[in-house]
């Protein structure tokens, strides 16, 4: 099973990495900069693998730039607390 296909199992690997990120001194900028381009990339790149997935892809399809760093920004939000370190 792909990591995309399971919710919660991509919010603890994006939780994982946001701490790796963070233990190596990234500043919130340069890592919501990171969750924008990873964001833009899996929307133009990758299919959803999930209902989840699918909304967040609809929204960003729909997003202005600025829309679009805001959901990668509540993204990093939503993750912070999540991770298999928890």
Same mark, same amino acid.
């Given at each position: 099973m792909s990591i995309? @296909?399971n919710?919660q199992?991509?919010?603890d ?5 946001l701490? #790796?990120a963070q233990?190596?001194?990234?500043? @919130? +900028? %340069?890592?919501?900069?990171? &969750? ?6 899996? &929307?133009k790149? %990758?299919?959803? +693998?999930?209902? #989840?997935?699918?909304?967040? &892809?609809?929204l960003?399809?729909? =997003?202005?730039e600025? @829309?679009?760093? =805001?959901? &990668?920004?509540m993204m %990093? ?8 370190? +928890?």
């Amino acid at each position: 099973m792909s990591i995309l @296909e399971n919710w919660q199992q991509w919010k603890d690997f994006l939780g994982d990495r946001l701490d #790796q990120a963070q233990d190596q001194g990234m500043s @919130e +900028k %340069v890592i919501n900069d990171i &969750a924008y381009q990873v964001g833009d990339y899996l &929307a133009k790149e %990758v299919e959803p +693998k999930n209902e #989840q997935e699918r909304i967040l &892809a609809d929204l960003w399809s729909v =997003a202005t730039e600025e @829309e679009q760093r =805001a959901i &990668a920004s509540m993204m %990093v939000k939503l993750v912070q607390d999540n991770g298999t370190n +928890k």
